[in-house]
């Protein structure tokens, strides 16, 4: 590795003061802070990503190393450090002789001297939920830690305009190597990060961007051509389009969300696809008049409610400091009264899936759980008998529950319901 540029440590330094203010998604204050530096070359740039991320990514061993004084330049000096560069190359930004022993003793710092939570790299009540539900020590540092890692680029390959195949052979020849995703059967992953938007096969429809747990989702709902289908919680609409290309672009389609926007990002999604059967509607609220006028009439009904995102954490780092426990209580009122809600439109004989990209019980089976004994006319479908009807080699039992320490995917869960009665 070369030596750490000044100018390129003072620019990340900046970002990652933004960052960790918690006031944005990380994401979003990268955007900004780049448009703010159009001088900044693409290498330059992932340089500064990298970095941010990476610190948030570890934030609670980087904050252990730095204490007592975790100050934002400490905590880059720190990352930078334990990424495996010597302490020759930060002679052009520490000139400080206290900085530079601090630099030399970061490397040594014992894991021993950390608690549960801060060697699963999760919050403190985050760590507590899970162990109060049952998890041992040992898969809380796992998940915790493998949520921590960046994601893989997963893509879902609309097989209505062309195979998984096809699309393969045409990724190679644009030097992207991807291979199948082990249980989606239309999901790609490629290597590395490339930029698909700008490809032919992503501005013809042929592929969309989608981490394979999000697909599997979909399989849950195992929608049928000609069928009456409503995606409840359908923000921009990444399984929308993946029950419309199941549906083979037949019967019809609901995608319903709050937000005008969140269905603004839909619509360029939705030409690209090549979909005819999809009808977004803004709703005010879950008990919008829209949702009682379909009550009863519904084949399927796929509810992805909005949820912590702790199981987004490879993307999303900053959430787990975003996040609280008492958000999340906050959360559950409105995911048990999303789900009940949705569930009126299903018909006798339909099926209604509660998902969300969580790991935590009371945002997952505590719902279904609570909702299934309130609605003695639904009952629990088990998921991995759906999955093994699709000849789809994935058992997590009555629900899925997938992680990227056990499935490579982000962490999703969903339970499969049909109305009885």
Same mark, same amino acid.
């Given at each position: ?153 997963? @893509?879902?390959?609309? /097989? +209505?305009?062309?195979?998984? =195949?096809? !699309?393969?052979?045409?990724? %190679?020849?644009? $030097? ?40 599997? @989702?979909?399989?849950? /709902? +195992?929608?049928?051509?000609? =069928?009456? !289908?409503?995606?409840?919680? %359908?923000?921009? $609409? ?184």
């Amino acid at each position: 590795m070369s030596s750490i540029k000044p100018e390129l440590f003072a620019a990340s330094l900046t970002a990652l003061r933004a960052a960790i203010s918690f006031s944005a998604p990380a994401d979003a204050v990268l955007s900004r802070f780049f448009r703010e530096n159009p001088n900044l070359g693409s290498h330059d740039r992932q340089f500064v990503a990298e970095a941010v991320f990476g610190v948030l990514r570890k934030k609670r061993l980087l904050d252990r190393v730095c204490a007592p004084d975790s100050n934002p330049r400490r905590l880059l000096l720190a990352w930078l450090a334990r990424s495996g560069r010597n302490l020759r190359e930060f002679e052009a930004v520490v000139t400080r002789d206290d900085e530079r022993a601090f630099v030399g003793s970061v490397k040594g710092f014992s894991l021993d001297q950390l608690s549960l939570a801060e060697r699963a790299e999760l919050p403190d009540w985050v760590a507590d939920e899970l162990q109060a539900a049952g998890m041992p020590d040992a898969d809380i540092v796992t998940l915790g830690q493998s949520l921590s890692q960046a994601a893989p680029l997963d @893509l879902r390959v609309n /097989v +209505g305009k062309m195979k998984r =195949e096809s !699309v393969q052979v045409e990724l %190679a020849a644009h $030097g992207i190597h991807a291979e199948p995703t082990p249980y989606s059967p239309f999901g790609l992953r490629a290597q590395g990060k490339p930029a698909v938007n700008r490809l032919g096969l992503f501005t013809a429809g042929a592929i969309e961007v989608q981490d394979e747990g999000s697909q599997l @989702l979909g399989l849950l /709902v +195992g929608p049928k051509r000609g =069928e009456m !289908v409503a995606d409840f919680c %359908a923000g921009a $609409g990444g399984k929308t389009l993946l029950l419309g290309m199941l549906m083979a672009s037949t019967g019809r389609l609901y995608a319903f969300d709050v937000a005008e926007k969140r269905l603004a990002n839909l619509k360029p999604r939705l030409a690209r696809s090549g979909l005819s059967n999809v009808q977004p509607q803004r709703i005010e609220s879950e008990n919008d008049s829209r949702i009682k006028r379909l009550a009863g009439k519904l084949d399927r009904v796929l509810v992805d409610a909005p949820c912590s995102g702790m199981g987004t954490l490879r993307r999303n780092p900053d959430l787990k400091f975003r996040q609280s426990a008492q958000s999340v209580d906050e959360l559950n009122a409105k995911q048990a009264s999303i789900l009940a809600s949705a569930a009126r439109m299903v018909k006798v004989g339909g099926r209604l899936v509660y998902a969300t990209c969580s790991i935590l019980p009371r945002e997952n089976q505590g719902i279904v759980d609570a909702f299934l004994q309130a609605h003695p006319g639904f009952a629990l479908v088990p998921a991995n008998e759906v999955l093994a009807e699709q000849k789809i080699g994935l058992d997590t039992g009555p629900y899925l529950q997938l992680n990227p320490a056990a499935h490579g995917c982000d962490g999703f869960f969903a339970a499969v319901l049909t109305r009885v009665a």
